[in-house]
Nanobody, 123 residues
Framework: VQLQASGGGLVQAGGSLRLSCAAS????????MGWFRQPPGKEREFVAV????????DYADSVKGRFTISRDNAKNTVYLQMNSLKPEDTAVYYC?????????????????WGQGTLVTVSS
C-alpha cells in the first residue's frame, strides 16, 4: 500500500482544514487507518484512527471534539477534518495503514506510512 497525504497549509487559529490520504492498492478497505503528527522539535504522536469498515474510531484526548476521521473505501481515501485549530496543532501530519486492526494508537503497529503534510496554525 502506498499512501499520499495532502491538504496541509497555513491557517489562523480557530480555522479549519481537511487532510486527505489517498491509498493505492486493492486492499485499502482491509486496513485500519491512522493519523499521526509530529510537532516541531517533538516526537511523533497519535491523532486518530478509524477501523477498516469505518464503523469505529478513536482519538487522542487533545483533539477530541475538534477533529473527525472518516474514510471512503470506494475512493481509497481517508480524511481528517480539523476544526477549531490551535497553534499547538502545528505539525507534520502523517497517515498510516495498520493490517492487524484493533484501533491501534501505537506507531509500531502500522505497516505503511505516507510522506506527511505540514499544517501550520498561526495565532
Amino acid at each position: 500500500v502506498q499512501l499520499q497525504a495532502s491538504g496541509g497549509g497555513l491557517v489562523q487559529a480557530g480555522g479549519s482544514l481537511r487532510l486527505s490520504c489517498a491509498a493505492s492498492g486493492r486492499t485499502f478497505s482491509s486496513y485500519d487507518m491512522g493519523w499521526f503528527r509530529q510537532p516541531p522539535g517533538k516526537e511523533r504522536e497519535f491523532v486518530a484512527v478509524i477501523s477498516w469498515s469505518g464503523g469505529f474510531t478513536d482519538y487522542a484526548d487533545s483533539v477530541k471534539g475538534r477533529f473527525t476521521i472518516s474514510r471512503d473505501n470506494a475512493k481509497n481515501t481517508v480524511y481528517l477534518q480539523m476544526n477549531s485549530l490551535k497553534p499547538e496543532d502545528t505539525a507534520v501530519y502523517y497517515c498510516a495503514a495498520d493490517n492487524a486492526g484493533g484501533l491501534q494508537s501505537r506507531q509500531q503497529w502500522y505497516d505503511y506510512w505516507g510522506q506527511g503534510t505540514l499544517v501550520t496554525v498561526s495565532s
